[in-house]
C-alpha cells in the first residue's frame, strides 16, 4: 500500500509553513501548487517549506518550486526551503536553482528559515 504525501499548512510566528511529509513527485506536485498559490492570494510574499520529512523530489517536484518562485516573484518575495536532505540539495544545485538567493533561501533549519522570512 502507497503512503500517500501529507501537506501540513500553519502560520508560525506570522510566517506561513508548509510541512511536506513524504515525496514531492509528478502525483502530488499538483496538490503542492493550489496550497502555495493560496497562500500567495492571501498577500503572503514569504513562505517556508519545511522539507524535512521529504525522501524523494522528481522533476514534477521541482516544477512545483519552480511555479513558487515564478508566483512569488511577482511579488518579489521568496520561497525559504528547510532541512533538505542532501540528495535534494545536490539536484537544487544541478538545476541551478541554489544561484537564485534572490527568490529561493536555504536553510538548515525550520526555526533558521522562519528567522530569515521575518527579517527579509
Known amino acids: 500500500m502507497e503512503v500517500q504525501t501529507q501537506f501540513n499548512v500553519n502560520i508560525q510566528d506570522g510566517v506561513p509553513v ?3 511529509i513524504g515525496d ?3 502525483y502530488n506536485t499538483p496538490r503542492f501548487r493550489v496550497i ?3 497562500l500567495i492570494d492571501k498577500g503572503h510574499d514569504r513562505i517556508v517549506v519545511d522539507m524535512s520529512a521529504v525522501g ?3 522533476s514534477g517536484g521541482m516544477s512545483g518550486i519552480v511555479l513558487a518562485l515564478k508566483r512569488l ?3 518579489r518575495g521568496r520561497l525559504f526551503l528547510a532541512n533538505c536532505n542532501p540528495r535534494i540539495i545536490r539536484k537544487l544545485n544541478i538545476s541551478g536553482f ?3 538567493s534572490d ?3 536555504l536553510h538548515a ?3 533558521e528559515a522562519i528567522r530569515d522570512a521575518q527579517t527579509r
Open 103 to 105: 527568490a529561493l533561501v
Open 36 to 38: 502555495v498559490s493560496e
Open 109 to 111: 533549519s525550520l526555526e
Open 56 to 58: 524523494f523530489m522528481d
Open 73 to 75: 516573484s511577482a511579488t
Open 98 to 100: 541554489t544561484a537564485m
Open 18 to 20: 508548509v510541512q511536506i
Open 24 to 26: 514531492l513527485d509528478h
